[in-house]
């Protein structure tokens, strides 16, 4: 029996008191996990499908009398198929969008065990009936795009430098090792920063607003101006 220990980095788990690289794993190592917690399971396929090619949504889940969730499914997003009736619509305004859902059947279903405190793989599909994606391109999906904190904190120290937003993007590709491995696109860098340069200049705008009533208030003894801070 293998035991779920513990996620280290993008690629790696610990089994058995020893670190395994994901894209190594057989089916019967996965079928063979079980877990602490339901996000873990959930933590562990997403980094799986991330390391194969393909990507994660979850499927409904069974509960028990009281209402726990003890079983639940995690499907490749290509699972099932476009309702009909939308494909038929004589009324639709906009073009079709590209179909993605081909019943693909890759799964990985867990089920809590009370006697051991533990969710326990029961079933693992490994197949998929399309083709998947390398992992040069992986990154480009949506649900594996993201800046995290240290990401931020990293930009916002290249930022006090000077250095130029198309230059900061560069720095953070070489010093990562390829586009792959930097986790978002140069657009959201740039998003990134417009957000920041909107909160600065509302904040500016507040401030200098303030200053210029005060200071009209205490030069001319007909004008009168009061302001609250909201919480």
Known sequence: MYLMIALRNSDSVVIGGRFVRINIMT?????GLDFRREKDAYGF?????????FVVRKDVVVRNVSGMIITRRFLCNREGERDQKHLTRVDRKRDHRVVTRINCEAHLRIHYNEERLRWVVTSFEV???????????????????GMTDADKAQIDSLHSTGMQTCHRMGHMVANKGGYEAVGFIKKYLYN???????????DSDVVASLSYLCGKAGLDHMLYAKYTIGR
Do not use: Q
């Open 127 to 145: 197949s998929h009936n399309h083709e998947l994606i390398s992992s040069t391109h992986i990154h480009l999906f949506l649900a594996y795009r």
């Open 27 to 31: 089916v019967d190592d996965i079928e």
């Open 45 to 53: 396929y997403v980094k799986y499908a991330k390391c194969n090619g």
């Open 192 to 202: 990134y920063f417009g957000k920041k340069t909107i909160v600065d200049i509302k």
